[in-house]
C-alpha cells in the first residue's frame, strides 16, 4: 500500500506563502504523474497542479502564484504557494499516478488563509 504524506500546510495571512510538501513511500519516477489537488468546504475537489515528465498544468486560479515541483530521487512533490487568498483556503490534497491501477491520495493538510 503506497502512502502519500502531506505536510506544510496552516494559517497564513492574505498575501503570504507557504509551501506544501508530500514524501512517497514508493518510488517516483519521471513518469509517475504527480499532483496537488484541493477540496473546499461544500465544493468539488479540483485540480491544482499537476505533472508527468518535464509537462506541467496549473488551473487557471494558480497560474503565477503556484508553482510545483518534484524530486525524483526524493520520492517527494512540494507545491510552493505565493501570495496566497482567502478563497486558497481548502484542504490540499497530493496525488500520484504509476499507472491505471495504481494510485494514491494522501490525507490532506489544511490551508487557511485569514483575511
Known amino acids: 500500500q503506497v502512502q502519500l504524506v502531506e505536510s506544510g500546510g496552516g494559517l497564513v495571512q492574505t498575501g503570504g506563502s507557504l509551501r506544501l510538501s508530500c514524501a512517497s513511500s514508493a518510488n517516483i519516477f519521471s513518469s509517475t504523474t504527480l499532483g496537488w489537488y484541493r477540496q473546499a468546504p461544500g465544493k468539488q475537489r479540483e485540480l491544482v497542479a499537476s505533472?508527468?515528465?518535464?509537462?506541467?498544468k496549473y488551473a487557471t486560479f494558480a497560474k503565477g502564484r503556484f508553482t510545483i515541483s518534484r524530486n525524483n530521487a526524493d520520492d517527494t512533490v512540494d507545491l510552493q504557494m505565493n501570495n496566497l487568498k482567502p478563497e486558497d483556503t481548502a484542504v490540499y490534497y497530493c496525488?500520484?499516478?504509476?499507472?491505471?491501477?495504481?494510485?494514491?491520495w494522501g490525507q490532506g493538510t489544511q490551508v487557511t488563509v485569514s483575511s
Open positions: 496525488y500520484a499516478k504509476w499507472s491505471d491501477v495504481r494510485k494514491a
Open positions: 505533472g508527468t515528465g518535464g509537462y506541467t
